[in-house]
């Protein structure tokens, strides 16, 4: 492909990529925050323990976590038509990229806060915090760089996850590969949007290791 046509394909791609990820990304983090707060809120040892509700969300977690995301894609098809009224393009593309990550991010979050030092917690209940303040201003607070460096591999997987979504014509960068480099058999398309996913990948990853390595020192 004349290299004029290619920049101009490779740039609305782009583009297309970055909006779904950025939104999936935003919503998948508020999902995944409130279910991964909640699964340890009403853990055995949590502030509000609730063996049903924590054994149906983990139940739930589980199943979204073990889907692979191609067949994902697909099941969630009437789910996306009655959230978006269709199922085909980018914005339609972003209802399953959020409910693929949004179990994803929670199991990190769940991790991340149940890492947070007991003493600490303990201490802030001696001095009559609440429970809201301790969730706000203890486990979340303490857990940041955990969450943050959970929160770049949730956006690094929703980078790979959005060129899958080419397959049911998603837009993006994995469209533009699969309409152009293998339907087509234009090789230099393929090589440029390989190109560009990589390098849309590391940008995310230097991002987040910068701010969790900034986090960890304070």
Same mark, same amino acid.
């Given at each position: ?13 782009l ?19 409130? #279910?991964? $707060? ?8 949590? @502030? ?9 969300l983990?139940? #739930? #977690?589980? *199943? ?9 894609? /697909? !099941? %969630? ?6 959230? *978006? ?17 949004i ?11 149940r890492? $947070?030092? &007991?003493? *600490? ?22 857990? &940041? ?9 949730? *956006? $690094?997987?929703?980078? =790979?996850?959005? !060129? ?9 960068? =994995?469209? @533009? ?13 393929? %090589? ?8 849309? $990948?590391?940008?995310?990853? /230097? ?6 390595? &900034?986090?960890?020192?304070r």
């Amino acid at each position: 492909m004349i290299a004029d046509d290619l920049v101009p394909l490779l740039t609305q791609g782009l583009r297309e990529t970055a909006y779904m990820v950025a939104v999936a990304a935003l919503l998948s983090a508020l999902g995944g925050l409130l #279910v991964g $707060v909640l699964l340890v809120l009403t853990g055995r040892d949590g @502030l509000l323990p609730a063996r049903p509700v924590n054994a149906l969300l983990g139940l #739930v #977690v589980n *199943v979204g976590r073990s889907l692979p995301f191609i067949i994902l894609l /697909v !099941a %969630i098809i009437p789910v996306t038509r009655a959230v *978006v009224g269709t199922t085909i393009g980018t914005t339609a593309a972003i209802v399953p990229l959020t409910v693929s990550a949004i179990p994803f991010y929670a199991r990190i979050v769940e991790t991340a806060l149940r890492e $947070v030092d &007991r003493d *600490v917690i303990a201490a802030a209940r001696a001095m009559g915090a609440n429970r809201r303040q301790i969730v706000g201003k203890v486990l979340l607070r303490e857990a &940041r760089p955990g969450l943050v460096a959970g929160f770049t591999l949730t *956006v $690094v997987a929703l980078i =790979g996850y959005s !060129a899958m979504a080419g397959v049911i014509g998603g837009g993006g960068l =994995g469209d @533009l590969a699969l309409r152009y480099g293998y339907q087509r058999f234009e090789n230099d398309v393929m %090589i440029a949007t390989v190109v560009l996913l990589v390098a849309f $990948v590391q940008l995310v990853q /230097v991002v987040g290791d910068v701010i969790t390595r &900034r986090l960890s020192h304070r």
